[in-house]
């Protein structure tokens, strides 16, 4: 199976803030990666497919890059909504893993 | 309006069975690979299994296989997955999603989950 490891498992920014998210697998998933964004007592919401391009309706602030192994989630300019947690996700080949989630909180 | 709306989890006796349904709406269900996903209390998400459009091919993971099932109803826009043998760490939200080609298999249709909770 590929383990999907996220880093940092939590962190706390301001508003206005860059923030980056990492997410390694353990064998090259090539470009077959994913991001979702998590609110508690909410439906998870997909951010970012493909490694790269951004869903239609998402801030153009998210952004992702990455291949093989290495990938980030990027936001410019951290607004207050952006709250809750993010988990990468491959979907390389069976069984599909998310990353442990990385739990984001507005200063 | 595209949606999907859970149903079924509840608290059940370790070695029970429950069967949880997903009503989907908004969009063409029979033409949509389908996944269940769940969310153990203070873990991440974990991909369950996922069932093609016209319920051929179902993969799982590993730590459910044999003990649940994922199966569809295209007349019914009905997504369900039967779990027997349940354990403590079956305990979580189950959501199920949608995943679109569109999307690069991504799920980009999520319902609100319902909870299953596996305790004596």
Known sequence: ?107 | EVQLVESGGGLVQPGGSLRLSCAASGFTFSDSWMSWVRQAPRRGLEWVANIKPDGSVKNYVESVKGRFTISRDNAKNSLYLQMNSLRAEDTAMYYCARDHVVYADASDIWGQGTMVAVSS
């Open chain 1, 1 to 107: 199976d590929i383990q999907m490891t996220q880093s940092p498992s939590s962190l706390s920014a301001s508003v206005g803030d860059r923030v980056t998210i990492t997410c390694r697998a353990s064998q090259s998933i090539s470009n077959h990666l994913n991001w979702y964004q998590h609110k508690p007592g909410k439906a998870p919401k997909l951010l970012i497919y493909a490694t790269s391009t951004l869903r239609s309706g998402v801030p153009a602030r998210f952004s992702g890059s990455g291949s093989g192994t290495e990938f980030t989630l990027t936001i410019n300019s951290l607004q207050p909504e952006d709250f809750g947690t993010y988990s990468c996700q491959h979907r390389h080949s069976y069984p599909i893993t998310f990353g442990q989630g990385t739990r984001l909180e507005i200063k």
